[in-house]
């Protein structure tokens, strides 16, 4: 075996699984920052979701395969991407609480004005109320949000019966794999057609992973602002996908070079977008100082700019 065969069949894959589990951990520290914030801001966690898939299909692949470093590369980024996702649906339950307290708290003001004007005693006409009442004024209040965020949803929010958007399509995606590992392993064949299918289906999950971030690039496009392009991730991607393109070519499979192949020409492109629509520094600037927050994605409607904790750098 010569050094070059070495080092495309041992040394890349190698360097690949770190470099790899460092791309899908690239987000902890502003997942975390968004945590403490309340807010998602710009982060995007739609990506989220394909890593989760990407990492579970190349596991039950790299099975298939007997290859160690395929399951080595991706084990760690499957349970780091289980905590993002995890991360990403608290904020988008915490906003719909939010908006439910609002409401309620609005509802409440309007009623204790109409009853002031009709001359009841209302508490806020009155002493104040000892510890029982207000407990249990509270606890109404707080009583509406966690069933809003739970299941009791209005009209306008259907969709967030039971789950948050982060959560149904996280789901979807491991019921998808889970009904696709169980055939390829109990009704195939033989191991190299289940092997064959489960490698183009995390092609398939590939192709959305590595693209997720391009439903942003019309809008960098139209505010010539790249904010929405997490810098941390596509740097890591790039190398990523360099050393497993030079792996996939050493053992001739298709099945790995195309989807890192795509990743590595949708990661340039995104760079090159990076390099002409620099961030607008008031765009990130009011997030920083702990002034303002940006709105999040738009899986949950209509969020409007807060104010946020001062002490943000105290935390992270």
């Not at 019966?161 to 998808?176: D, G, S």
């Not at 620099?278 to 600037?285: A, E, I, T």
Request: proline share 5%; glycine share 6%; aromatic share 12%.
């Amino acid at each position: 075996m010569t050094l070059l065969e070495i080092f495309l069949l041992y040394v890349c894959p190698t360097i690949g699984s770190i470099i790899a589990t460092m791309m899908y951990a690239s987000a902890l520290h502003d997942l975390r920052r968004a945590l403490w914030v309340g807010d998602l801001g710009v982060l995007d966690p739609f990506p989220f979701i394909f890593a989760a898939g990407c990492t579970l299909g190349w596991i039950i692949y790299g099975y298939f395969q007997w290859d160690p470093f395929l399951v080595a590369a991706n084990l760690p980024g499957f349970f780091v991407s289980l905590w993002l996702n995890y991360g990403a649906a608290k904020l988008q339950y915490y906003r719909v609480f939010q908006r439910r307290m609002e409401r309620n708290a609005t509802s409440s003001h309007h009623h204790n004005m109409v009853a002031q004007q009709q001359g009841e005693e209302r508490w806020d006409a009155s002493p104040p109320l000892d510890s029982q009442e207000e407990e249990e004024e509270v606890a109404a209040v707080l009583g509406g949000a966690v069933g809003s965020s739970m299941g009791d949803t209005d009209d306008s929010h259907p969709d967030l019966l039971f789950f948050v958007p982060q959560e149904t399509n996280f789901f979807r995606i491991m019921v998808a794999w889970a009904i696709l590992a169980t055939y390829a392993s109990w009704f195939t064949t033989d191991k190299q057609t289940a092997s064959t299918l489960c490698g183009w289906a995390v092609n398939v999950n590939m192709v959305f992973f590595y693209g997720a971030p391009l439903h942003t690039i019309r809008s960098v496009v139209r505010t010539h602002d790249s904010s929405a392009i997490h810098r941390p991730t596509l740097s890591m991607s790039l190398i990523n996908t360099s050393f497993w393109m030079l792996y996939g070519v050493a053992r001739t499979n298709v099945v790995i070079v195309a989807p890192n192949a795509a990743g590595f020409l949708l990661g340039v492109a995104q760079s090159i977008l990076c390099m002409y629509y620099p961030v607008r520094k008031g765009r990130l600037g009011a997030v920083e100082n702990g002034t303002t927050r940006i709105s999040a994605p738009s899986s949950i409607h209509d969020m409007t700019p807060q104010p946020i904790a001062q002490d943000v750098d105290d935390f992270v």
